[in-house]
T-cell receptor
Framework: RKEVEQDPGPFNVPEGATVAFNCTYS??????FFWYRQDCRKEPKLLMS???SGNEDGRFTAQLNRASQYISLLIRDSKLSDSATYLC???????????FGTGTRLQVFP | NAGVTQTPKFRVLKTGQSMTLLCAQD?????MYWYRQDPGMGLRLIHY???????AKGEVPDGYNVSRLKKQNFLLGLESAAPSQTSVYFC?????????????FGAGTRLSVL
């Protein structure tokens, strides 16, 4: 079983739609959680950290469920520029390393 | 605003050739990482360093060596390239903030081994 699992997609949604991605992780001792964004043929970039109480950054909302060991990302009012691959990332207990999911691809169409 | 710089951006090697990928960061970060990214596999950690003069193995270290002689530089070496090492290589550097490891990536090196 992979340490971090994501639905690879693609998710094809129209502009203005709301879309949600989920991710599960296997190590219950994981301490930190993130969503990164990766555009085609570019490097990953931090989108947002995920806090236990849930957090919002504009149109993006991240949630963490430690009991069920899953993380979610909700994107409201999707824009064409949101088209990218979204990587679920989990930090190891000693914080030295990050474990990356294989990513969920989002395509927003006009 | 250089951040993390990787050189070269592209390279084609023949099987058995050697090369070194250079990663440089100007953010005074302690931690540096080398990943490879292959279709359907996601980012996999090759080697990493938690400070100048230290290195450690990641998930897929075989066939690679690294050195961190200076805090700002992290070198990845391929001693005898194999076609299985065809990949996109990303370097990252990071700091810890509130026990969170925040990583910043370079633009990547696309390597083909023929």
């Amino acid at each position: 079983r992979k340490e971090v699992e994501q639905d690879p997609g693609p998710f094809n949604v129209p502009e203005g739609a709301t879309v949600a991605f989920n991710c599960t992780y296997s190590n219950s001792a994981s301490q930190s959680f993130f969503w990164y964004r990766q555009d085609c043929r570019k490097e990953p970039k931090l989108l947002m950290s995920v806090y236990s109480s849930g957090n919002e950054d504009g149109r993006f909302t991240a949630q963490l469920n430690r009991a069920s060991q899953y993380i979610s990302l909700l994107i409201r009012d999707s824009k064409l520029s949101d088209s990218a691959t979204y990587l679920c990332v989990v930090g190891t207990y000693n914080t030295d390393k990050l474990i990356f999911g294989t990513g969920t691809r989002l395509q927003v169409f006009p | 605003n250089a951040g993390v710089t990787q050189t070269p951006k592209f390279r084609v090697l023949k099987t058995g050739q050697s090369m070194t990928l250079l990663c440089a960061q100007d953010m005074n970060h302690e931690y540096m990482y080398w990943y490879r990214q292959d279709p359907g596999m996601g980012l996999r950690l090759i080697h990493y360093s938690v400070g100048e003069g230290t290195t450690a193995k990641g998930e897929v270290p075989d066939g690679y060596n690294v050195s961190r002689l200076k805090k700002q530089n992290f070198l990845l070496g391929l001693e005898s390239a194999a076609p299985s090492q065809t990949s996109v290589y990303f370097c990252a550097s990071s700091y810890l903030a509130e026990a969170k490891n925040i990583q910043y990536f370079g633009a990547g090196t696309r390597l083909s081994v023929l």
